[in-house]
């Protein structure tokens, strides 16, 4: 209230309006606050206290928009404290986002981020000399960062960085902060995931073009009559990010990014700014709550982004998913880690004898090697082998390991008849190529985008839209004859047919064919652990090594003008 001694001259229908905001506000505060103590892992728990947070920051919202006058005049609500409000709704989006994979719920979220900037919310907050409220407004861009990238909008965060950054200086300048440096690097870390993609589109006016990446309608190939393949359907995804060095933002390395948009459908109606500044319409709704009987048919595989997990953590979450897995359904685990190699050899050779992949931990890492301060008869404790993964497999588990130890997980064994499928990444990359790691790695790049993958790895940086169009569409021929060479193989392993009925997983097998392909036939990678694995082996002469499918490939160098960089299909390429 305006001021203690005036409260009696306020009309009651105004004092109940105050005390009804204020009551809303700190429930809303309450509930806010309490969504950081709920588990991370499990579908069930959290979706009910999540629903009464949405509706109690709906009535708060609405609330504020019906009494603006009165909350102006006696509760003194500043512009500032309403772009507060809005912020959370948009942050309450985003991590309804993380908890479902639903796309729909990040255009919610940005149209929340929009108006605040549109309507200047944060604007007056340079003028009081409160440097907690600017970190508020830091905040607030950062997240808004955030919700673009991972909606491939980025000319707006290329603005958006720009007005970041003059945000952190003025607030440098102004106040004698201990956090300049995080800030600093919060704008390092968006720029150089903004300049990660190896290759930029051009149009006609030299402009960069954005491309999104996730699955689109048409963008698989159909499964035709007759093919026989599993009804399986990925329900749940563990995205695992524990590369040493490798470009990151809040928390997500550029593979995890990468991976996670391939698991995810294109969103429809996708929220537009076009709407005058201050007019934009907003009124947060309710997520639909799927009713318990039945279930409605999930869009995108549920997921869980892990940055950096300790071994503990990722098992906590590897059981909570293996737990609730639906029947019919499959558990991805993507793998982007520091390889862990044996320390020795054996007389005999276990699933816990070839390495792994590294976990967090609190050791010292230097030049990218986990600093080794135990006995060398010992195995590595902060790793991920082979033998962890062995209790999962009674359901069907689907493995991608993108590591300098990769080939580990070969040393498979189904024990319980389970569909099981590992693709595993090259373990050693041309000389010439090896710098470019920190900005993602090649495997990833191949099953996320593989035009994106195959300039890059041809040395184009640029090329024209219409060349791009052109190629996009030779690819999607190329998948079908790549999903034909699967299904009517004699000798697959019937595992790659079980889980070619998903469209995600069809995919991802199909790219990991045609960047096998790829570089089998590119002249720099020479040596075999050049070239990607599966386990089980894939039958060569009717996938990866296929007349058809070489043929496919020197066909798209041709179109590139990059024919030069690869051998003659007819060519033994088995070094």
């Given at each position: 209230m305006t001021g203690a001694g005036a409260e009696d001259d306020i009309p009651l229908g105004e004092r109940?309006?105050?005390?009804?905001?204020?009551?809303?506000?700190?429930?809303?505060?309450?509930?806010?606050?309490?969504?950081?103590?709920?588990?991370?892992?499990?579908?069930?728990?959290?979706?009910?206290?999540?629903?009464?947070?949405?509706?109690?920051?709906?009535?708060?919202?609405?609330?504020?928009?019906?009494?603006?006058?009165?909350?102006?005049?006696?509760?003194?609500?500043?512009?500032?404290?309403?772009?507060?409000?809005?912020?959370?709704?948009?942050?309450?989006?985003?991590?309804?986002?993380?908890?479902?994979?639903?796309?729909?719920?990040?255009?919610?979220?940005?149209?929340?981020?929009?108006?605040?900037?549109?309507?200047?919310?944060?604007?007056?907050?340079?003028?009081?000399?409160?440097?907690?409220?600017v970190v508020k407004k830091l905040r607030y861009y950062a997240r808004y960062?955030?919700?673009?990238?991972?909606?491939?909008?980025?000319?707006?965060?290329?603005?958006?960085?720009?007005?970041?950054?003059?945000?952190?200086?003025?607030?440098?300048?102004?106040?004698?902060?201990?956090?300049?440096?995080?800030?600093?690097?919060?704008?390092?870390?968006?720029?150089?995931?903004?300049?990660?993609?190896?290759?930029?589109v051009l149009n006609d006016e030299n402009t960069v073009v954005f491309t999104s990446n996730r699955l689109q309608e048409g963008g698989v190939p159909q499964l035709e009559q007759g093919m026989?393949?599993?009804?399986?359907?990925?329900?749940?995804?563990?995205?695992?990010?524990?590369?040493?060095?490798?470009?990151?933002?809040?928390?997500?390395?550029?593979?995890?990014?990468?991976?996670?948009?391939?698991?995810?459908?294109?969103?429809?109606?996708?929220?537009?700014?076009?709407?005058?500044?201050?007019?934009?319409?907003?009124?947060?709704?309710?997520?639909?709550?799927?009713?318990?009987?039945?279930?409605?048919?999930?869009?995108?595989?549920?997921?869980?982004?892990?940055?950096?997990?300790?071994?503990?953590?990722?098992?906590?979450?590897?059981?909570?998913?293996?737990?609730?897995?639906?029947?019919?359904?499959?558990?991805?685990?993507?793998?982007?880690?520091?390889?862990?190699?044996?320390?020795?050899?054996?007389?005999?050779?276990?699933?816990?004898?070839?390495?792994?992949?590294?976990?967090?931990?609190?050791?010292?890492?230097?030049?990218?090697?986990?600093?080794?301060?135990?006995?060398?008869?010992?195995k590595e404790m902060h790793c991920l082998h082979p033998g962890d993964l062995f209790p999962f497999t009674r359901k069907p588990l689907f493995v991608i390991v993108d590591s300098s130890n990769s080939t580990a997980y070969k040393n498979f064994t189904n024990l319980f008849g389970q569909p099981l499928v590992c693709l595993l990444s090259p373990t050693v990359y041309p000389k010439s190529m090896q710098d470019q790691s920190q900005r993602g790695s090649l495997f990833t790049l191949f099953l996320y985008c593989p035009l994106l993958a195959f300039l890059s790895v041809c040395g184009l940086s640029s090329l024209r839209q219409g060349l791009w169009e052109k190629a996009e569409e030779f690819l999607h021929k190329v998948y079908r004859d790549i999903g034909q060479m699967i299904t009517r193989s004699q000798a697959i392993d019937q595992a790659f047919l079980q889980f070619y009925g998903d469209e995600f997983l069809r995919l991802l097998l199909i790219r990991f064919v045609f960047c096998s392909a790829t570089l089998r036939l590119h002249k720099l990678f020479r040596e075999s652990r050049s070239f990607p694995e599966s386990y089980p082996q894939l039958p060569k002469q009717d996938t990866v090594e296929s007349s058809l499918l070489q043929k496919h490939v020197l066909e798209l160098a041709a179109m590139l003008d990059v024919r030069s960089l690869f051998w003659d299909g007819t060519l033994d390429v088995n070094y």
């Open positions: 109940k309006t105050v005390t009804d905001f204020c009551y809303l506000l700190d429930k809303s505060k309450q509930l806010f606050n309490g969504l950081r103590d709920l588990p991370q892992y499990g579908h069930k728990q959290w979706q009910s206290y999540f629903g009464r947070t949405f509706d109690v920051y709906t009535k708060l919202w609405k609330f504020q928009q019906q009494h603006r006058q009165v909350l102006d005049n006696r509760y003194g609500l500043k512009r500032w404290q309403i772009g507060e409000v809005a912020s959370k709704i948009g942050q309450l989006y985003y991590h309804y986002y993380l908890r479902t994979s639903e796309t729909s719920y990040l255009n919610e979220a940005f149209s929340f981020y929009s108006a605040i900037r549109q309507r200047s919310y944060y604007y007056q907050v340079n003028k009081e000399d409160r440097p907690e409220l960062i955030v919700v673009c990238l991972l909606l491939n909008k980025m000319d707006l965060v290329k603005v958006l960085v720009k007005e970041l950054s003059e945000e952190i200086e003025d607030y440098t300048q102004r106040f004698n902060t201990e956090d300049q440096l995080e800030w600093n690097l919060v704008l390092q870390e968006v720029a150089a995931f903004v300049e990660a993609d190896p290759v930029v026989v393949v599993g009804q399986l359907t990925l329900a749940d995804a563990l995205i695992i990010g524990n590369c040493n060095n490798q470009v990151k933002f809040s928390e997500l390395t550029i593979d995890m990014f990468r991976i996670l948009q391939a698991l995810e459908r294109e969103p429809v109606n996708l929220a537009t700014t076009t709407s005058k500044p201050g007019t934009l319409a907003l009124t947060p709704c309710l997520p639909s709550q799927e009713p318990s009987e039945k279930p409605a048919k999930r869009e995108n595989p549920h997921k869980y982004l892990l940055y950096k997990p300790t071994f503990s953590q990722l098992y906590t979450f590897l059981s909570a998913s293996f737990k609730e897995l639906p029947a019919n359904s499959v558990l991805l685990v993507y793998l982007s880690a520091t390889g862990v190699f044996p320390t020795g050899r054996l007389d005999y050779e276990g699933p816990y004898d070839f390495g792994g992949v590294l976990t967090n931990t609190n050791r010292d890492v230097v030049n990218g090697e986990t600093v080794q301060k135990r006995n060398q008869a010992q």
